[in-house]
């Protein structure tokens, strides 16, 4: 039983492709890749609007809103994108060294950093114009990855489709956030 588990797990975190892939550049892809998606979450909820943060919670509350804008509850998509995201990274962390693995990680990392700073923008900060073009940023970037993903490990690719999906959500409700918000005084 516990062998079949460790086959199970080779498989979701090893592409096909990939020469001898031992456990510890599994352990080490999981640790990698894990700490950035998980450092990237906690500094995009440092500036979230939930309820722990009173000044960014009470701003948000104040905003209109469009009729597409989903429920707190919606906002629980992030655990299992993060874990696509996670097992994404790893994958193309254990495919073969090339060009295209190396373009696509540089995209995977970019997604880390763009998702804390989105936050950041347009939360922390109140910057809900620059959110806007930061999020578009954002979406070209994951798009992007998914195609770069795809020329390396096409399971890679296809774990992070939920992720361009939500984050090209969250782009046109971030900016439709600006829009009928600009000339508010906050």
């Not at 090209?168 to 971030?174: K, Q, S």
Request: charged content about 20%; overall charge positive; hydrophobic content about 50%.
């Amino acid at each position: 039983m516990r062998q079949a588990l460790v086959e199970q797990a080779r498989d979701a975190l090893v592409p096909r492709q990939a020469a001898r892939v031992g456990n510890g550049d599994i352990a080490t892809a999981l640790a990698v890749c894990g700490g950035a998606v998980l450092a990237s979450g906690l500094l995009a909820a440092r500036w979230s609007p939930s309820p722990v943060h009173g000044r960014i919670r009470r701003d948000y509350e104040r905003l209109e809103k469009p009729p597409f804008n989903p429920p707190d509850s919606a906002f629980a998509i992030w655990g299992p994108i993060y874990a696509a995201l996670t097992v994404s990274g790893a994958r193309l962390w254990n495919a073969p060294p090339s060009p295209a693995r190396r373009r696509a990680l540089a995209h995977w990392f970019g997604i880390q950093g763009l998702n804390a700073l989105w936050m950041w923008l347009g939360f922390g900060q109140r910057m809900r114009g620059a959110a806007t073009l930061e999020a578009a940023a954002t979406t070209v970037n994951a798009v992007a990855y998914v195609e770069a993903a795809r020329r390396v490990d096409r399971p890679a690719a296809w774990l992070a489709v939920p992720y361009a999906a939500w984050i090209g959500f969250a782009a046109l409700l971030t900016e439709e956030l600006w829009r009928r918000n600009r000339g508010r005084v906050e």
